[in-house]
C-alpha cells in the first residue's frame, strides 16, 4: 500500500499555532561574542541555561523572532497520538552488524568483548546503545549508524520530534486548551513564502478516523509509521491540524534539546486572545507596529457564544 500525505510543499497554505504566556525560556547561544543560534533545553535551570548563554522567555522568542519550538510526543495530552504497537525484537543480520561495526570504528576504538557483544547479542538494540553511551563520538557518524540499522527499529516517540498548526484561528477549545484559557496568542503563518523545502514536505496535513492504521497494510515500516503519526481519533478533528515532524539523531532527547526553526518571514498576523494581560498587548502590538504584521485583538460577541477580531 503506498501512502500518499497532503504536505505543504504540494500544497502551501496559511495555517494557524496557539501559544500560551508561559514561563518557559530559550537560550540565545553566543560563542565569541557571536550569536550562533537559539536553543530550548526545559531540563536546564534557569541558572544554568544562563551560563550557556542569554535566557530569553520563550513567547518572546515566538511572538517577536519569529521561531518555531517543537517537542516529543511524549508529552502530547492524547495516549493514542503517535502510538504504535509493540513488535518483537528484529535481529540484524551478521553482514549488516558488520557493517555497523564498521562505521564504529571511523569514529571510536571498539574492545574486542564490544565487538563480539555486537556481533552476537540477541538483543543488539542493546549492545549498541550501551557502546554508544560509554563515549564520546561524532553526531554525522551516529546518524549513518542508524541509517543502516533503519530507524523503526528506534523507540519512536524518543526520536520524532513535532509541531503542530491549525487550519483556524477561531476554534474555542483551542483557544482553551493551548493559548493559557484565551490569555495567549495565536499566529498566522503564510507557508507559501518560505523557502525551507524540508520543512514543507514534512509538514503534512493530519487524518481523522476512529479505525487505527493497520500495520499489515503498508509494505514499507516508514510509510506505516508516517500514517500513524499523521492520524487522530476523530474526537480531535475540530482542531483540522497539520503537523510538521522531524526525525532525530540517537541521543538528541537524552538532552532534551529539542529542534527550532526561524518562521518569522512566514508570519502574517497575531491575534491576542481576550483574557491576555495588557502588558503583553503593549509589547506585541509596539513590536508589529509600522510593519506589515496585523494584530488583531479578540472580541466576544453579546448575543452569541462566538468571537470576532478587531485590528489594532
Known amino acids: 500500500m503506498n501512502y500518499l500525505v497532503t ?90 552488524r558488520k557493517y555497523i561495526i564498521d562505521v564504529l570504528r571511523r569514529a571510536v576504538t571498539i574492545k574486542k568483548d564490544e565487538v563480539d557483544r555486537l556481533l552476537y547479542s540477541d538483543d543488539f538494540d542493546r549492545a549498541l546503545r550501551i557502546v554508544l553511551d560509554s563515549r564520546h563520538y561524532d553526531r554525522s557518524i551516529s546518524e549513518e549508524i542508524f541509517k543502516a540499522y533503519k530507524m523503526d527499529r528506534i523507540p519512536y516517540k524518543e526520536e520524532v520530534a513535532i509541531t503542530s498548526f491549525s487550519e483556524v484561528n477561531n476554534e474555542q477549545l483551542m483557544w482553551a486548551h493551548y493559548a493559557g484559557s484565551y490569555s495567549g496568542f495565536c499566529i498566522e503563518y503564510d507557508f507559501s513564502k518560505s523557502c525551507d523545502s524540508a520543512f514543507l514536505r514534512g509538514t ?87 510593519t506589515e504584521v496585523k494584530v488583531f485583538q479578540m472580541k466576544l460577541c453579546d448575543d452569541k457564544f462566538d468571537m470576532y477580531f478587531e485590528q489594532c
Not at 241 to 263: F, M, N, Q, T, V
Not at 266 to 276: H, K, Q
Open 7 to 96: 504536505n505543504l510543499y504540494d500544497n502551501p497554505r496559511k495555517l494557524y499555532k496557539y501559544f500560551p504566556i508561559s514561563k518557559e525560556y530559550a537560550i540565545k547561544v553566543v560563542d565569541n561574542g557571536k550569536y550562533v543560534g537559539l536553543m530550548f533545553a526545559p531540563n536546564l535551570s534557569r541558572e544554568d541555561a544562563s551560563s550557556v548563554g542569554k535566557v530569553i522567555d520563550k513567547w518572546r522568542a515566538i511572538a517577536l523572532d519569529g521561531y518555531i519550538f517543537y517537542t516529543s510526543p511524549q508529552f502530547f495530552n492524547d495516549p493514542f497520538d503517535t502510538l504504535l504497537p509493540k513488535a518483537p525484537e528484529i535481529v540484524p543480520p551478521l553482514e549488516e
Open 204 to 290: 503534512a496535513k493530519v487524518e481523522y478516523t476512529n479505525e487505527k492504521p493497520c500495520k499489515d497494510q503498508f509494505d514499507d515500516m516508514g510509510e506505516y509509521e508516517s500514517k500513524v503519526m499523521l492520524t487522530k481519533s476523530e474526537c480531535w478533528s475540530y482542531e483540522k491540524e497539520w503537523r510538521s515532524r522531524k526525525i532525530a539523531e540517537y541521543g538528541l532527547w537524552k538532552s532534551k534539546i529539542y529542534p527550532i526553526i526561524d518562521a518569522h518571514s512566514c508570519i502574517t498576523a497575531i491575534y491576542l486572545g481576550c483574557n491576555m494581560p495588557d502588558e503583553y498587548q503593549k509589547v506585541i502590538i509596539d513590536h508589529y507596529r509600522n
